[in-house]
């Protein structure tokens, strides 16, 4: 398809090649082979663009044969088998304990797992449309001198602002960064479809930074937030550690509860709190009282002093574990911020922010041999 | 990876009295990942206050409360810094019932002296606070400068620095804390609380052997203004 027409020179528009590489090179086996006008490299690219497209073929044909017999091998419809099914399929035919998620065996299409090939626009005489083709990476390339222009804008804009001597905010604030970061660099490279080593990266970033760092950014900042992520990525929540737990009513004594379960170091505790209450404790069948530290009497009751609920709640909690005087009233004192929370929703975010419904995941650090703690060494003794 | 080498190789010190290894070495990694945590707010008039809509709280992870934060009213900074100067091998229960038990004696001593005042002039002259006695008592030992060791040509000078207002106030408890245990060790009657509590009201008067240790310093660090140039 490709080869005739670039021989005859015809042809008036750009062409996208390699979307139906497969049928080219079924069409050109045959073909006398002229292509002498055409440079090498061009002429490597066209091959590999020929035989990645077979390939791809290939595995999609394989991918959808192999689904076919996992469906028959499971005893699911093979027509409505999805990727779900093939990864719990897949999870049970090759049990793995490896540690590594990505050292685990995996079915997915190929066109989520090969590697990308990047295809170019050609003009009709053969030479690439984009003179960054020859640079290797045209999309980054593209990237970091669309950043140059931004920037260019930016500081543009600013230096006009200044001389107008206009006093309109907009203009002086730069972007607001807080709780996002840079993506990493492997999702960089999945976003620019291109292999890019860390200097590449580091040399975006840079840039980056600049364009960050000039008063006026914030005009930038739908671009600027295409390459940034929230630092408490994956879920919305603000909670670290256990969520709220949910409502309970209890059907004896028609009081509302709340169930928490959480952990202080090697201290499991289920911490149940009720409404309605005398300010009554059970701690594995202790009351506050028999707890004679100062110090872990507060921390019993540092929810209810912030809650301002002294006296009004029960608190019942198990605890399991090696925990002593500190870890269990820590961890007592997390399940019932947690059950306060849930019990009454407007003191969540005074709780929230005075960091009792967060976990706190500090631990002790283990011993090392040949010294005599974690981080101490022995004095050193010439003899 | 060279910095990492060099702090591992760095000598862990033993402190005196108990002959226990302390490491030097700073920590090497934190659970709460700075860029995701803020600081608690751990003052409760601050927390009934509404929070800005740009704080970064209100969409950052918030560290675990230390156990030693709660909002209680008779939460005093200085007085609780002081019993983490005092405490010895991490028996911090230990020492907050010596202090607090300083701080007893100085309420009964200073009631004491508000009940056998004669006049209602001379009675709202006496502090009976322990709390902004032992505040005041603290800032009385303040020292101004501090003595570093610098070394020039092989000799080295005792130079007087400046020093910070968090640093004086650790400065002013050691120096107490010294001179107390100093005592306490050849007493067979009276305890660590017992000498704080002197200590304590005699700074509150600017008197004492701990004002008198400060007084000592100032004059080192005046007779030795002619090092103040080896500073940095």
């Known amino acids: 398809m490709l080869r005739p027409f670039l021989r005859s020179s015809l042809g008036n528009a750009t062409r996208f090649l390699g979307t139906e590489a497969s049928a080219i090179s079924e069409e050109d086996a045959g073909a006398p082979r002229n292509l002498k006008r055409i440079g090498r490299a061009l002429e490597t690219y066209l091959r590999h663009s020929r035989e990645n497209a077979s390939m791809m073929a290939r595995e999609r044909a394989d991918f959808d044969l192999g689904k076919r017999h996992l469906a028959n091998m499971m005893g699911i419809d093979p027509h409505t088998i999805n990727q779900n099914d093939i990864d719990k399929a897949i999870e049970y035919l090759f049990p793995s304990s490896l540690f590594d998620k990505k050292a685990r065996p995996v079915m997915r299409p190929p066109d989520e797992i090969l590697p990308r090939f990047n295809r170019f626009t050609f003009d009709d005489e053969g030479r690439p449309s984009d003179s960054r083709f020859y640079t290797l990476r045209p999309k980054f390339y593209a990237l970091l001198s669309e950043i140059g222009l931004k920037t260019y804008n930016v500081s543009r804009l600013h230096a006009e602002h200044v001389k107008l001597n206009r006093k309109d905010d907009v203009n002086d604030q730069t972007v607001s960064l807080t709780g996002t970061t840079w993506i990493n660099e492997e999702k960089m490279k999945k976003k620019l479809g291109e292999n890019i080593t860390t200097e590449m990266y580091a040399h975006l970033f840079l840039a980056f930074d600049y364009l960050v760092s000039l008063p006026g950014s914030v005009v930038e900042s739908e671009f600027i937030s295409q390459f940034r992520e929230p630092l408490t990525s994956a879920t919305a929540s603000r909670i670290f550690g256990p969520e709220i737990p949910k409502v309970e009513i209890c059907s004896k004594t028609n009081r509302r509860t709340a169930t928490a379960s959480v952990r202080v170091k090697s201290t499991n505790a289920t911490v149940t709190v009720s409404d309605a209450g005398t300010g009554q404790w059970d701690i594995d069948g202790l009351t506050m009282h028999n707890f004679r530290s100062l110090l872990a009497r507060e921390v019993l009751l540092c929810p209810l002093i912030v809650a301002n609920l002294i006296g009004q709640v029960d608190v019942k909690a198990t605890t399991v574990g090696a925990g002593g005087a500190t870890a269990v009233p820590r961890a007592v004192r997390h399940g019932t911020a947690l059950g306060l929370a849930a019990l009454f929703p407007d003191v969540e975010e005074k709780l929230r922010l005075a960091g009792l419904i967060s976990w706190d995941p500090r631990d002790k650090e283990r011993n090392k041999v040949n010294q005599p703690g974690a981080r101490a060494k022995w004095i050193w003794k010439r003899r | ?232």
Request: charged share 35%; aromatic share 8%.
């Open chain 2, 1 to 232: 990876m060279e910095t990492l080498g060099i702090a591992c190789r760095r000598l862990a010190f033993t402190t005196k009295a108990s002959g226990r290894r302390i490491s030097t070495q700073k920590a090497l990694a934190t659970r709460y990942d700075p860029r995701v945590f803020r600081d608690p707010i751990i003052k409760l008039d601050e927390l009934n206050k509404k929070l800005a809509p740009e704080d970064e709280k209100n969409f950052l992870y918030i560290k675990a409360m230390e156990s030693d934060d709660t909002p209680v009213f008779y939460r005093n900074e200085v007085v609780d810094k002081l019993v983490r100067v005092c405490m010895k091998d991490g028996g911090k229960e230990t020492s907050r019932n010596n202090i607090f038990s300083a701080l007893e004696i100085i309420k009964r001593r200073q009631y004491k002296l508000w009940r056998e005042a004669p006049t209602e002039e001379e009675k709202a002259k006496i502090e009976t606070n322990p709390f902004k006695v032992a505040e005041k008592g603290i800032k009385n030992c303040h020292p101004l400068m501090k003595l570093m060791p610098v070394t020039r040509g092989g000799t080295t000078y005792r130079v007087p620095f400046p020093i910070e207002e968090k640093e004086a106030e650790f400065r002013a408890m050691k120096m107490m804390r010294d001179i107390c245990r100093g005592k306490a060790k050849h007493s067979k009657i009276l305890h660590f609380g017992d000498y704080i509590a002197n200590e304590l009201l005699a700074a509150y008067n600017n008197e004492g052997q701990t004002i008198q240790a400060k007084q000592e310093l100032h004059k080192q660090c005046e007779a030795n203004r002619a090092y103040a140039h080896y500073r940095g």
